[in-house]
């Protein structure tokens, strides 16, 4: 079972995928240019990420440089 709701289908926006993964927009761009998340185009050019790279996205948390899995301490910050 996905880890989102059913309801959301197999795409969201750029909107909706930075809601999900509480990062900006700009986040959501840099993840789609590096091969992190895929997208798809709708036949009026809008670009919308699809929920399974989502998935795969949101068991990973971002943070500052480096990354760390779910539940595990906040990368401390350089002094």
Known sequence: MSIFE???????TIDQAAVLLSVSRR???????????QTIRTIGGSQRVLVS??????????????ARREGSPPAQQPS
């Open 6 to 12: 059913p309801q959301l289908g197999r795409s969201v």
């Open 27 to 37: 986040t959501i761009y840099n993840r789609i240019r590096d091969g992190k998340l």
């Open 53 to 66: 790279s989502l998935e795969e996205n949101k068991k990973v948390v971002w943070a500052g440089d480096g």
